[in-house]
């Protein structure tokens, strides 16, 4: 393999893919403001676009996983990040809101193919004791970013057979799918922020700060529950995800319901976000990517990648419409009283009591979750490792 300053070159070029993903998902978002008023867009309309692109994504997860049983994972990577290439300049050049949507459902397709590879080819890299650690350095720099034929179709139903008996795979996706819910919801971050009164500048800078604890508490998670999961083997890292999701009830009602919605409130702002994403950022890396390598063959790991892809970010995408429809039908958002340059109060209380509910409900029902892991994870895992054990005797 070569490498490059010691460093395996497969996996830089995966970081750096990773990179690109992670630019590419916020890019949209941090100009919402800027699009609600170019198009006369209120926050539903600006939430179906999210919607759009997640649930092409989500419906097209599934072919990361039968794709890479007939071109090698570079192929892959290329065909996606092709379609990322194409639909990112296709936005910026589009005049009606219509095509703005049709573009982004193409970046969902390209952003649904790429992904599941990403992280089996991390899954396949890293060793057990140190793979939570492997995905926490994937999401770290990926965060920085964001600042066929018969056979295969045969061969592809026995893999999605057999992963989606696995139930620690089913427990994993429950929890997904409302445990992504805040996540897509806080695409609105940087237009409420704006609405509040701060520029382009300081907006941008106080999701830089939620974007740099992210990735650091992404790294650090994976760090924590591989040295966790030595003690508690069977229980560590669902521990620390359990820790995650529930560190997010508070942290969103300070930020969304106690912290006064003003300019003046920067500082504490600033301060909030950085440890905010410090701590609600491990699930991924801690407990479900590394979790999954365990419970599966290494030949069906795309695949369960793929098929998680596929749960969490078609459900997920609902949440970017919902808060649009509860800030404008429940709390009473009118696009037509936001001031272009100053923003408006009003309006971004009733974005922030919509991300309110969309956001800390969802995280108490992610930890909620997790807890039917302590009885199966245990159980799956021994099983993988029994079956991978006869067939290596066989051969």
Not at 12 to 25: C, H
Request: proline share 4%; hydrophobic share 50%.
């Amino acid at each position: 393999m070569r490498r490059f300053f010691g460093i395996s070159l497969s996996l830089i070029i995966i970081n750096l893919a990773s990179i690109m993903e992670r630019a590419d998902e916020n890019l949209l978002p941090s100009v919402y403001k800027e699009v609600s008023e170019a198009f006369n867009a209120g926050p539903s309309d600006l939430g179906y676009l999210t919607f759009i692109r997640n649930f092409v994504q989500g419906l097209a997860s599934p072919m990361a996983g039968i794709l890479v049983l007939t071109y090698d994972r570079p192929t892959v990577l290329a065909m996606g990040t092709l379609c990322w290439a194409i639909s990112t300049g296709a936005v910026g050049g589009s005049h009606h809101f219509s095509q703005v949507a049709f573009w982004r459902a193409v970046n969902g397709f390209g952003l649904a193919i790429v992904i599941p590879a990403l992280q089996s080819f991390i899954a396949d890299t890293y060793s057990d004791n140190v793979r939570g650690t492997g995905f926490g350095f994937l999401n770290f720099v990926g965060m920085v970013g964001g600042i066929g034929s018969g056979s295969v179709w045969a061969e592809s139903w026995t893999a999605m057979k057999a992963v989606m008996k696995v139930q620690t795979f089913q427990i994993i996706v429950l929890q997904g799918l409302v445990g992504s819910l805040p996540w897509t919801a806080m695409v609105f971050f940087t237009m409420w922020f704006e609405l509040i009164g701060f520029d382009h500048q300081k907006a941008a800078t106080l999701l830089s700060l939620f974007g740099a604890g992210c990735s650091f508490g992404s790294l650090l998670g994976g760090i924590i529950a591989d040295r966790l999961s030595q003690v508690y083997p069977h229980s560590g890292r669902i521990m620390c995800a359990q820790f995650s999701a529930i560190m997010g009830i508070p942290y969103t009602w300070f930020l969304l319901r106690v912290i006064p919605q003003s300019v003046d409130s920067y500082i504490i702002y600033s301060a909030t976000l950085l440890f905010m994403g410090l701590t609600i950022s491990w699930n991924g890396t801690a407990a479900n990517a590394p979790m999954f390598a365990e419970v599966v063959p290494a030949k069906h790991r795309t695949m369960i990648y793929a098929f998680d892809r596929a749960f969490e970010v078609s459900f997920s995408s609902f949440a970017a419409p919902m808060v649009g429809i509860l800030a404008e039908k429940i709390y009473g958002y009118d696009p037509k009283s936001v001031d272009p340059i100053a923003g408006s109060n009003r309006e971004a209380l009733a974005l922030s009591k919509g991300l309110f509910v969309m956001m800390a409900i969802p995280f108490g029902l992610c930890c909620l979750f997790y807890t039917p892991l302590y009885r199966v994870f245990k159980r799956d895992r021994d099983n993988v490792r029994m079956a991978t054990q006869k067939e290596e005797e066989m051969i």
